[in-house]
């Protein structure tokens, strides 16, 4: 069954640094999305993409944050320059035009120190 | 605002109890509402996914319910193992151009052997 995958599972930067999460969503999906889990807290929406540019991003998802959809299948999360408070994990979804169910990759753990 | 609390947000039932986890959201105006589970660390599985127009779902042992009238669903769990250990998230997605899925806080369930 296709799924969504996400690199690194693991990445350790230290502050101020830029650090890029990449995605591969499902091939067939058309809708991207971020969200991120701060340890202990829920999972909030940061951004949603499609066609090619931002549909909403929500207001965690400030300058220092960009999307990017560079080739066919990858979709990509930037970070410019890292603060401590943006240590969480990371999820990337996909889902199919037409359908409303968005499929969660296993997320990337992002630790700044 | 959709706002989506879970209660309790913490449970330890003995193994083979039923049990239910309760979901309510503030505004009744949703596309679906899903429930995943997270064990620690890790990603977001999706369990069940109930569309708006329908009342329940069922998929093995578990059993989602919806009320989108009064703003709640529940999941129940039948004949519960320790393998069911985890914590449970309930999300909604919104009925408005923006899709993106609000998610609650969780329920940290322990099933003791």
């Known amino acids: 069954e296709p799924e969504v995958t996400q690199t690194p599972s693991h990445q350790v930067t230290q502050m101020g640094q830029e650090v890029i999460l990449r995605c591969v969503p499902i091939?067939?999906?058309?809708?991207f999305y971020w969200y991120r889990q701060i340890l202990g807290q829920k999972v909030e929406f940061l951004v949603s993409?499609?066609?090619?540019?931002?549909?909403?991003k929500s207001e965690i998802f400030d300058d220092q944050f960009s999307v990017e959809r560079p080739d066919g299948s990858n979709f990509t999360l930037k970070i410019r320059s890292t603060k401590l408070e943006d240590s969480a994990m990371y999820f990337c979804?996909?889902?199919?035009?037409?359908?409303?169910?968005?499929?969660f990759g296993p997320g990337t753990r992002l630790t700044v120190t | 605002k959709q706002e989506v609390t879970q209660i309790p947000a913490a449970l330890s039932v003995p193994e083979g109890e039923n049990l239910v986890l309760n979901c309510s959201f503030t505004?009744?105006?949703?596309?679906?509402l899903q429930w995943f589970r997270q064990d620690p660390g890790k990603g977001l599985t999706s369990l069940l996914l109930?569309?708006?127009?329908?009342r329940e779902q069922t998929s093995g042992r578990l059993n989602a319910s919806l009320d989108k009238s009064s703003g709640r669903s529940t999941l129940y769990i039948a004949a519960s193992q320790p393998g069911d250990s985890a914590t449970y998230l309930c999300?909604?997605?919104?009925?408005?151009?923006?899709?993106?899925?609000?998610f609650g806080k969780g329920t940290r369930l322990h099933i003791l052997p």
């Open positions: 979804a996909s889902r199919k035009d037409g359908t409303y169910e968005q499929y």
């Open positions: 091939s067939n999906h058309l809708y």
């Open positions: 993409f499609y066609n090619n540019e931002i549909s909403e």
């Open positions: 505004d009744s105006a949703i596309y679906n």
């Open positions: 109930i569309q708006s127009s329908q």
């Open positions: 999300a909604v997605s919104a009925m408005n151009r923006d899709d993106k899925i609000i």
